[in-house]
C-alpha cells in the first residue's frame, strides 16, 4: 500500500514539475535523484509545496486511546514530536508509556551526560503524568543486540491502543536505526493496533493531526526541562516554529494556533520502509555514520 503511494508521489513529481522544468530550478534535483536512493527521494520530495497544497489531513480521535506507548530515539524527541499531544492524552486519562530507545550519551561527554538526561527525562515524564522506560541503547557506539529487540518486542506486545514511532525519513542516522529497530521488534510482535508516526527533524505527509493551541505553553515548559539539549540550539523555538506551520492545515483564521501532525499507517505497511531501508544504499542511508552502518548491518542479520 505504501510503496504505491509513494510509487505515485515519484509519478506526480517528475511530470508536474520536472517535466516542466527541464532547465529550470529543478533540473539539478533530478540528476540527483536518479543517482539517489527511495529515501533521499522521499525525504526531497514530500517538502514540496504541492503535496503541502493538496494534503486534508483529519483530527487524530485521541479519546478512544486508553493506553498509548511512546518510542522515542532520544530524552526529547518525544516531547518535541507530539508532546501536545502527549499532555492531551494524559488529560484524558490515558495510560502514556514513554519508552526510550537509546541512553542519549554525548560524545563530548559520555559518562557524564546520561544521568544529567535521564533527570531531564524523568522530570518530563513525572510532568505527563507518564511511565519511563529505558531499552538502554548506546548512543555512541549504538551497538544493538538481541535483547535490545527482544525487549522491545515484549514491549509491543502489551495491551496497547496506539504506538507512536518516530517518522522513518527523520533525518538524524540514529533516528533511522531506532526506526529499523522498531520494525524488526513490530514483525516479532502480536501487535496489530495502528501506529501513528510523528516527526522531530524531517517532516512527514500528514493524514491525522492534532491541534495543540491550548497546549503550546505546556509543550513549551516541557522542552524547556531538556535544558542540557537547549544549550547549543534553541528547540524550543524550532519547535514552536514548526507547530505554527503546520496549522495551515486547519481552516484559515487570524488567531495563532498550532498543530502536531501524524502519518497513521496499519501494521502492515511498515513493512514498506524496512524494505526501502534494506534496499537503499547503506552509506547514503546513514549519512556515512559509521557507528550506524555497523549497527544497521548487525540488526539485518538478526
Known amino acids: ?23 529550470g530550478a529543478y533540473h539539478f534535483l533530478l540528476k540527483k535523484i536518479q543517482k539517489s536512493t527511495d529515501i533521499n527521494f522521499i525525504e526531497r520530495v514530500w517538502q514540496l509545496d504541492h503535496f503541502r497544497e493538496i494534503l486534508e489531513p483529519l483530527p487524530l480521535r485521541l479519546d478512544s486511546m486508553k493506553r498509548v506507548l511512546v518510542l522515542a530515539p532520544h530524552q526529547d524527541d518525544e516531547i518535541l514530536g507530539c508532546g ?11 495510560h502514556v508509556s514513554v519508552a ?37 541503547i548506546d548512543n ?37 536505526i531506532c526506526s529499523y529497530l522498531f520494525g524488526k521488534a ?15 527533524h524531517t517532516d512527514l ?10 497546549e503550546i505553553d505546556i509543550k513549551q515548559g516541557l522542552i524547556s526541562h531538556y535544558g542540557s539539549q537547549l544549550k547549543g540550539q534553541r528547540l524550543d523555538h524550532l519547535s514552536k516554529g514548526l507547530d505554527a506551520w503546520r496549522s495551515r492545515f486547519l481552516s484559515p483564521s487570524e488567531t495563532a494556533r498550532y498543530v502536531e501532525t501524524f502519518m497513521q499507517i496499519p501494521v502492515e505497511a511498515y513493512d514498506d520502509f524496512q524494505t ?22 548487525a540488526l539485518r542479520r538478526l
Open 1 to 23: 500500500m505504501l510503496k504505491r503511494i509513494l510509487n505515485k508521489i515519484e509519478s506526480i513529481y517528475k511530470y508536474r514539475y520536472l517535466a516542466r522544468n527541464e532547465k
Open 84 to 94: 501536545g499531544t502527549l499532555h492531551q492524552l494524559a488529560e484524558n486519562n490515558c
Open 100 to 136: 526510550f530507545l537509546t541512553n542519549g550519551a554525548e560524545l563530548s561527554n559520555p559518562l557524564d551526560s546520561v544521568p544529567v538526561r535521564q533527570v531531564e527525562a524523568k522530570k518530563v515524564c513525572e510532568a505527563l503524568g507518564a511511565d519511563m522506560r529505558e531499552l538502554g
Open 140 to 176: 555512541v557506539s549504538m551497538n544493538v543486540e538481541e535483547s535490545h529487540v527482544a525487549q522491545l518486542t515484549q514491549w509491543l506486545n502489551e495491551d496497547w491502543d496506539a504506538v507512536f514511532a518516530v517518522w522513518p525519513v527523520d533525518q538524524p542516522p540514529k533516528h533511522r
Open 186 to 200: 513490530l514483525n516479532a510482535s502480536q501487535y496489530q493496533s495502528s501506529i501513528n508516526l510523528y516527526a522531530v
Open 205 to 214: 505527509l500528514p493524514n491525522f493531526y492534532v491541534d495543540i493551541s491550548e
Open 276 to 297: 526501502i531501508y534494506e534496499t537503499a544504499n547503506t552509506h547514503e542511508l546513514f549519512k556515512g555514520n559509521v557507528a550506524c552502518i555497523r549497527s544497521f548491518k
